[in-house]
Nanobody, 116 residues
């Protein structure tokens, strides 16, 4: 059974940084795509970034240049480093396995609040 547990969320001021972690069990983080989504209040869940098994990454335009997705194969964790955070980055962040929205496993989410 695949399980994902996010951590690292919190409250920061605009311009600050956070690193989200997604601890994975039941599947190797380097054997499938690992994806981050986010959902802001009153909005639909949106794709943020992903890293595929080859290590290739891709980012939403809204976070490109500020966020970095990575993984630690030995620890079976993948990360989302978020720099220069903006108020519009406020959301619950979810990690999941696989690129298809309707397939794969999801974590429980971690809240990120960017506010002065």
């Amino acid at each position: 059974q695949v399980q994902l547990v996010e951590s690292g969320g919190g409250r920061v001021q605009p311009g600050g940084s956070l690193r989200l972690s997604c601890a994975v069990s039941g599947i190797g983080v380097n054997t499938t795509a690992m994806v981050w989504y986010r959902q802001a209040p009153g909005k639909q869940r949106e794709w943020v970034a992903h890293i595929i098994s080859s290590g290739r990454t891709n980012y939403a335009d809204s976070v490109k240049g500020r966020f970095t997705i990575s993984r630690d194969n030995a620890k079976n964790i993948h990360y989302l480093q978020m720099n220069n955070l903006k108020e519009e980055d406020t959301a619950v962040y979810y990690c999941k396995t696989g690129l298809l929205l309707t397939a794969g496993s999801w974590g429980q989410g971690t809240q990120v609040t960017v506010s002065s």
